[in-house]
């Protein structure tokens, strides 16, 4: 089973996310990491490679050209080579523009499953994997708690308000991976020195046959108006008592304010 | 003079034991020394993670990692967790014997499961009798037939009760030189004869089992000899240099940690209206347990380098960092409880563990007088 994760670079958001002047993350003030979904999508994939005894997982990203160090990363987790497509074009594309070239690379890698995060944790509209599957034609198989191949086709288990949603798509298809699927791995130090020497590809726009003019900031059919801090919370009250103390003195809260 | 410089390899794989040293192991640091009980589930994190594989050569399924970047991944564990970052370091020491001197069978025979972190290893060399003054050992091993027979009783040995396998060090000619009379031997668990005594109750490092071992008429087969009968003193010497380094290390991890703790305190404690970071004398310690940390970071990173280029003089290097990581080690942790005050003297913050756990560097692999006789040693020597 050939297996494509699309991950995607986004500042660290455990350190300070500064907007620039034009409103958009300002991605040299902060380190980048794999966005964090993403790891949760390379991890099932891993999985499944491990599960089958054999198969590829391979790495797709639209990022600027700085991408290949965090790419590592996931390559360390266990990943087998990457692809990226870069080109100073794409600077301020959209989830449109992104799904596009996305999809016009995954055209050029075999795949039978195609995982996604289910979402950024910079962007975050969520619409670029479905965005994808609507250009490729793929089955969208979305927020999957379970994943499961067999031979032909893939069933998952799509988390719904009321419990899953059992769906089975025809393979090749994709996969939009949920939190539930379990926590991602660490790299080991083995996967970090092989992932040295494996391979990531570098694509731009030309290598893709794809015009830089219909893609990016030009072109975008969103924009960003305005930023806004979110409001400040009240202060928090954490409660550091024995468990029977603890429900004691929650019910208490709760009852004060008419909550229960 | 060689110097160091950290590879884009080393940079990551630190970065990636800090990462998971910060995430896994920090939280578990206070259970381990108030339980005082082996961290089982960190040895196994330790041996998933390759960690417990980087001393060891690749043909026997390690990682040869050199000897700056076993230091690197001690000091990142030690930070989070001295008891966690021992693991490594005893695990290596005990393993150095056979590494250096064993037969290409003996290598093939131990070093796979040792990398893989399947077994673990221990270093047996000090007594009751025989700390500092390693050469009067009393443990006795004969000669008989195919094999040797041990007798006598280990003391002070780190990971002795949980090893599945000892580096024993034996007077095998009691009638030759002193230091020349020494022999090294691995004797395996479940051995007749070989049994664990008491372990000791420690001020720290509390979550690794020192344990007493004893060999009564223990019988090992000749093929667990390490390198020539009479060679053992000269072993242990050779190990110390690359073993020493480690425990510098884990004085590094541990200043580090303290120094972070005592940073991000100094920045939200409040008094006289202002975060006492804002005050100069705390200032002052702060800087000087940076400089400290620093400078010992940087003779260890040297001292690594130096060994691991042949340089001549390697139980000096090995000594000197030592000496100087484990006397900030012990400074910084020591003013790290200043700077926090009364809390700093409670459990409920890091800080007292650091300074306890900092305090065996000074005293294990060497007390820092014993050092200081290698260091003045080799200084004379090269001016006689």
């Known amino acids: ?260 | 003079m060689t110097s160091f410089r950290l590879s884009d390899e080393q940079r990551e794989l630190r970065d990636a034991v800090r990462e998971l040293a910060r995430e896994r192991i920090a939280p578990r640091a206070a259970e381990i020394d108030r339980s005082a009980e082996f961290p089982w589930d960190l040895k196994e994190l330790l041996a998933t993670q390759d960690i417990l594989g980087l001393p060891y050569p690749a043909e026997y399924g390690g990682l040869g990692g050199d000897l700056l970047t076993c230091c690197l991944a001690i000091e990142a564990l030690s930070a989070a967790c001295a008891t966690t970052g021992l693991i490594l370091a005893v695990h290596e020491l005990a393993s150095l014997p056979i590494v250096m001197a064993g037969t290409d069978e003996q290598k093939a025979r131990w070093l796979p499961d040792l990398a893989a972190g399947r077994t673990l290893i221990a270093f047996a060399l000090t007594e009751a009798g025989a700390g500092s003054d390693a050469g009067s050992i009393a443990t006795r091993a004969v000669r008989d037939g195919d094999g040797y027979v041990l007798t006598g009783t280990k003391r002070f040995i780190s990971h002795g009760s949980v090893a599945d396998l000892v580096t024993v060090f034996a007077v095998t000619d009691p009638a030759g030189k002193r230091n020349r009379n020494l022999s090294c031997f691995v004797v395996e668990r479940g051995t007749a004869g070989f049994s664990v005594g008491r372990l000791e109750h420690k001020m720290g490092i509390r979550g690794s089992p020192t344990a007493e071992l004893m060999f009564d008429d223990v019988r090992i087969p000749a093929t667990n000899l390490i390198g020539a009968e009479g060679e053992g003193f000269a072993l242990a010497m050779r190990t110390f240099e690359r073993s020493r380094p480690g425990i510098a290390a884990q004085a590094v991890g541990i200043a580090q940690g303290a120094i972070d703790i005592a940073a991000k305190y100094a920045t939200e404690r409040i008094q006289f209206g202002r975060p006492i970071g804002e005050f100069q004398m705390v200032q002052g310690l702060l800087a000087d347990m940076d400089a400290a940390t620093e400078a010992a970071r940087s003779l260890l990173y040297t001292a690594c380098a130096a060994i691991e280029a042949g340089d001549g003089d390697a139980g000096r290097w090995a000594a000197v960092c030592k000496l100087v990581a484990g006397d900030a080690a012990m400074r910084v942790t020591t003013d790290a409880v200043q700077v926090l005050g009364g809390y700093g003297y409670l459990d409920e913050f890091p800080v007292e563990r650091m300074m306890r756990d900092a305090k065996i560097t000074q005293l294990y692999e060497g007390t820092q007088q014993i050092q200081r006789l290698v260091v003045a040693r080799s200084l004379l020597a090269a001016h006689r």
């Open chain 1, 1 to 260: 089973m050939r297996i494509v994760v699309l991950v995607k670079p986004v500042p660290d958001t455990t350190g300070q996310e500064r907007l620039g002047p034009d409103l958009r993350v300002d991605r040299a003030a902060s380190p980048t990491v794999v966005n964090a979904n993403d790891e949760y999508a390379l991890e099932a994939a891993l999985k499944l490679r491990e599960a089958a005894g054999e198969g590829s997982v391979t790495l797709l990203s639209m990022a600027p050209d700085t991408a290949p160090d965090t790419l590592r990363k996931a390559l360390a987790m266990g990943a087998d080579a990457g692809y990226l497509v870069s080109d100073p074009a794409l600077a301020g594309s959209d989830a449109l523009s992104t799904a596009r070239v996305l999809a016009a690379a995954l055209g050029r890698i075999d795949h039978d499953l195609v995982l996604a995060g289910a979402d950024t944790s910079d962007g975050g509209s969520g619409t670029v994997a479905a965005g994808i599957a609507a250009l490729t034609g793929l089955p969208y198989l979305s927020y999957a708690a379970k994943i499961e191949p067999d031979g032909a086709s893939v069933r998952v288990r799509r988390i719904s308000p009321t419990g899953y949603d059992l769906l089975e798509a025809p393979l090749p298809a994709l996969v939009v991976a949920t939190q539930a699927l379990g926590e991602p791995r660490y790299p080991s130090l083995r996967g970090i020195m092989a992932a040295r020497s494996k391979s990531i590809v570098t694509w731009s726009l030309a290598d893709l046959g794809i015009d830089g003019s219909t893609v990016g900031g030009t072109v975008a059919t969103t924009r960003v108006l305005r930023a806004e801090a979110p409001p400040a919370r009240a202060a928090t009250r954490v409660i550091r008592e024995p468990a029977p103390v603890a429900a004691a003195q929650l019910v208490e809260f709760l009852v004060e304010r008419r909550l229960i």
